[in-house]
């Protein structure tokens, strides 16, 4: 069964870094793109970084770009997001999502399996 879970979620102060981590199960990552959303209370979901089966296409969001960088460990069968220089609008709950439809789209519809997220508080 193709599952997926993330971690590394946590509280920080403005201008802190977390890494979040990604890791597949039931599938070859390799086979599959990965993005990173969030929601926050009240908000849609939305896309933050995405990076294609192959490691070698990744995208951001504008307000990630320059902060976050979204990297493929295949040996771990994990995916990373380094985020530096958070700001409290960065709080949100953090998903996974894998999906043969796109290479790294930062739209949810292209995906088709979901982790259970992990929770990012950006605050002093």
């Known amino acids: 069964q193709l599952q997926l879970v993330e971690s590394g979620g946590g509280l920080v102060q403005p201008g802190g870094s977390l890494k979040l981590s990604c890791t597949a199960s039931?599938?070859?990552?390799?086979?599959?793109?990965i993005g990173w959303f969030r929601q926050a209370p009240g908000k849609e979901r939305e896309g933050v970084a995405g990076?294609?089966?192959?490691?070698?296409?990744?995208n951001y969001a504008d307000a990630a770009k320059g902060r976050l960088t979204i990297s493929s460990d295949f040996a771990k069968n994990t995916v990373c997001l380094q985020m530096n220089s958070l700001k409290p609008e960065d709080t949100a709950t953090y998903y996974c999502?894998?999906?043969?439809?796109?290479?790294?789209?930062?739209?949810?519809?292209?995906?088709?399996?979901w982790g259970q997220g992990t929770q990012v508080t950006v605050s002093s």
């Open positions: 999502a894998a999906g043969q439809k796109t290479r790294g789209r930062l739209t949810p519809s292209a995906y088709d399996y």
């Open positions: 990076i294609s089966a192959s490691g070698g296409g990744v």
């Open positions: 039931g599938f070859t990552l390799d086979d599959y793109a």
